[in-house]
């Protein structure tokens, strides 16, 4: 195996979606305060959000119980259980006096995703491309300066994608700009509405 590839392959790892979204929760809670509290916020909604329901799926996979695909279950039931998902987030954010940005973060992922599962009906989109988008809009507006760290870390995501051969140039960069627009818009909305 080429050393590009294996060099493709640990930066796609390194920057998977549920890396890159489990990080920026973890980053969104402590931006809002500081200590402990904020960041079990932060560790508990990455957890939540981004390692159980990768564990739940990789477990049915080895099982063969999603051989016929996710999709088998239509948009219906995906927007229902992300809808219910994001209103009890905020419930428990709100409730429990938690950091009102990791909603926004929260949210910006599920908007992104639903964007993704929407217009993959229409135009092919990569959702790890559109990840890649997302941190480089989202982690400037909620880390400043040092948060355009995120911009050669998006091209190294892109740049992994395409040598990996998930996906042609356009769309990885169609799928980048979508995750930008959407999920970088969702929070920057979002953000303004909870200061």
Not at 86 to 95: D, H, P
Not at 97 to 111: H, N, R, T, Y
Not at 140 to 164: D, E, F, H, R, Y
């Amino acid at each position: 195996m080429p050393s590009r590839v294996r060099a493709a392959r640990l930066v796609a790892l390194v920057l998977s979606p549920g890396v890159v979204w489990g990080a920026t929760m973890v980053l969104g809670a402590a931006t809002a305060s500081s200590g402990a509290r904020a960041l079990a916020w932060g560790i508990g909604a990455a957890v939540l959000i981004c390692l159980v329901p990768w564990l739940i799926v990789t477990k049915l996979d080895r099982q063969g119980q999603l051989r016929r695909g996710i999709r088998r279950f239509g948009l219906t039931p995906l927007a229902v259980c992300a809808g219910a998902l994001m209103y009890g987030v905020l419930r428990a954010i709100r409730w429990l006096d938690g950091p009102l940005s990791l909603a926004a973060v929260i949210f910006a992922a599920c908007a992104g995703l639903g964007a993704v599962l929407l217009l993959s009906r229409v135009v092919r989109l990569d959702w790890p491309a559109a990840s890649c988008g997302a941190m480089a809009v989202i982690l400037p507006l909620m880390l400043g300066m040092p948060g355009l760290s995120a911009w050669p870390a998006a091209a190294a995501g892109l740049w992994a994608q395409q040598v990996l051969g998930r996906g042609t140039a356009g769309v990885l960069a169609g799928s980048a700009l979508a995750g930008a627009a959407v999920c970088g818009g969702t929070y920057a909305l979002l953000l303004q509405a909870v200061r």
